[in-house]
């Protein structure tokens, strides 16, 4: 049995004693060393990290425990509204509020992981928004902490619960792993403070209003940066530092998320990654539509060397991919503009489309029904300068492969 | 009638007479009361009667450390302590005499 006491008979003896602490510090303490040889006899006939519940089994609850030690002891009863003097706690009142300040650290911790992770991923500012959710939860767990220490809150069943599985865990395996994580910690929180840092600039550049949410990191970043050595001598630091950490590993996690998809866009687009929009590049019926640059190209012109217009030509890509497009033609009927198939024909034909009056004016005042008109002529020429280099007509290549044209190029399909 | 009844009138003079010829800890005092027969003395009792044994000036108590635990607390008689053991071991005897006779004379 080690020189310190196990968890089970701490926790029993906190409770006892903050069942006495209307008493004098100095006799109450005269009477733990009277009772922690035997607890702590108990708990080694009980075997291996006891339960504080089977303490229980055997002496009772603390409370009850405490009034005996009361009675016999001749010290007065507890007072009803036993104020704690020291630091410890009224275990059965304070329950409540240390169970909201636990739950609320994991909340919060959970919130701000989630948060930094959409943050990070989107590189923007909104989603940080809901953390504005989570920091009242925080704020009052803090407060609950402050006031009243972490004592509370360690004895709290889920708490002891938590921490049997985790020293157990710490037996079961070697320990030098963990030894080798703890030696890492100061550097852990000196990178906490450059990730704020670095995700504080990066919001910034994406968006300058972010500039207001700039000091919020860098104080983070330096609150984390105090507080991490500290941790070990004040548990009450968990309540900042976690949560920092959180959100620092959620950032991590969203900004490699971001990464990827910025690598993976990259060699899939071959560029401009424009920041979560992603435009269309397929028109209304799924084909896809022809780009130049950033721009929707409706049609192509072609011309010869003379500047004579080339009224049928096909367009393929370098793999002999018929560049081929939705063809639109006009509905008599209604005048709209409709689909008739998809080849890659080019010039097509332009869809005119205005309002006729019943003399077959167009575009006039009266105008009330809808036309459609579809023109073949090529809309303008061009003017081809003449020191144009003109590619010298043995070396033009035959398509690798040479696709014949669609069939069903000019059809309508109906 | 039940003993833990019985018990609270006569814990003080039992826990007085386990330490008679030993000086003792806590629980080395629970346990010579429980090797002694009385199974049903509550542990924080016997606590809290040392306690008060001791605030009272009949007990003086040293610590040992202990090399595998807490220290130890070992409480031990002192002079007046032995005086009250002497004289409610007396009380005790004429009380116990005259509730055998009494029940002798009922039976």
Redesign the interface.
């Known amino acids: ?1 080690s ?1 310190q ?1 196990p968890t089970a008979v701490r926790v029993y003896l906190a409770r006892v004693r903050s069942a006495l602490a209307d008493l004098p510090e100095s ?1 109450v303490e ?2 733990l ?6 607890l ?2 108990m708990e ?1 006939e009980l075997g291996e990290n006891p339960k504080v519940d089977a303490l229980i089994e055997r ?1 009772g609850s603390p409370e009850s ?2 009034a ?8 007065p009863p507890r007072p009803p509204d036993a104020g704690d003097k020291t630091t410890v706690l009224k275990v059965k009142t304070g329950i409540g509020g240390a169970r909201f300040a636990f739950w609320g650290l994991v909340f919060s911790v959970g919130g701000f992981a989630l948060f930094g992770f959409a943050a990070a991923v989107w590189v923007r500012v909104d989603p940080l928004l809901g953390l504005l959710f989570v920091a009242p939860v925080l704020a009052i767990s803090v407060a609950y902490v402050v006031r009243k220490g972490v004592a509370p809150i360690t004895e709290l069943p889920e708490v002891v619960k938590l921490r049997e599985i985790a020293t157990s865990f710490q037996n079961n395996r070697n320990s030098k792993g963990i030894n080798y994580f703890r030696t890492l910690k100061p550097a852990w929180w000196v990178l906490c403070a450059a990730v704020l840092v670095i995700f504080g600039l990066l919001l910034v550049l994406r968006d300058t209003e972010a500039v207001l949410l700039l000091p919020l990191m860098l104080l983070a970043a330096v609150a984390v940066v105090w507080a991490g050595p500290k941790l070990k001598t004040d548990r009450r630091l968990l309540w900042l530092a976690v949560p920092i950490s959180a959100f620092v590993i959620g950032s991590i996690l969203g900004g490699a998320g971001a990464a990827v998809d910025l690598i993976a866009k990259r060699s899939y687009s071959n560029g401009s990654y424009n920041g979560g929009y992603t435009p269309s590049y397929n028109d209304n019926y799924g084909n896809p539509q022809l780009m130049y640059g950033s721009q929707d190209v409706e049609n192509i012109y072609a011309f010869d060397a003379e500047g004579k217009p080339l009224t049928e030509i096909y367009l393929y890509d370098e793999n002999g991919r018929p560049l081929s497009t939705t063809r639109y033609a006009c509905e008599r009927s209604t005048g709209e503009k409709r689909k008739v198939g998809d080849d890659n024909r080019y010039p097509r034909p332009r869809l005119e489309r205005g309002v006729q009056d019943n003399d077959g004016n167009l575009n006039g005042y009266n105008g009330s029904r809808s036309y459609c008109q579809e023109k073949a002529e090529v809309p303008f020429s061009a003017a081809i300068p003449k020191g144009a280099p003109v590619p010298p007509s043995t070396t033009a290549q035959a398509p690798p492969s040479s696709p014949a044209p669609p069939s069903n190029s000019t059809q309508p399909t109906r | 009638m039940e003993i833990s009844q019985l018990l609270k009138g006569v814990l003080d003079l039992a826990v007085l007479a386990v330490l008679r010829g030993e000086d003792g800890y806590g629980y080395d005092v629970l346990r010579r009361l429980r090797i002694a027969g009385l199974q049903e003395v509550g542990d924080a009792s016997v606590y809290g009667t040392l306690r008060r044994l001791y605030k009272a000036g009949l007990l003086t108590s040293y610590v040992v450390p202990s090399e595998e635990g807490p220290h130890r607390k070992y409480y031990s008689l002192n002079e007046p302590g032995r005086q009250r053991l002497e004289e409610s071991g007396q009380t005790w005897r004429t009380f116990a005499t005259t509730m055998n006779s009494l029940l002798g004379e009922a039976a």
Request: hydrophobic share 35%.
């Open positions: 049995m020189t006491n006799e005269e009477i060393e009277d009772v922690r040889p035997h702590a006899e080694a002496l425990y405490a005996e030690l009361r009675a016999s002891g001749g010290y």
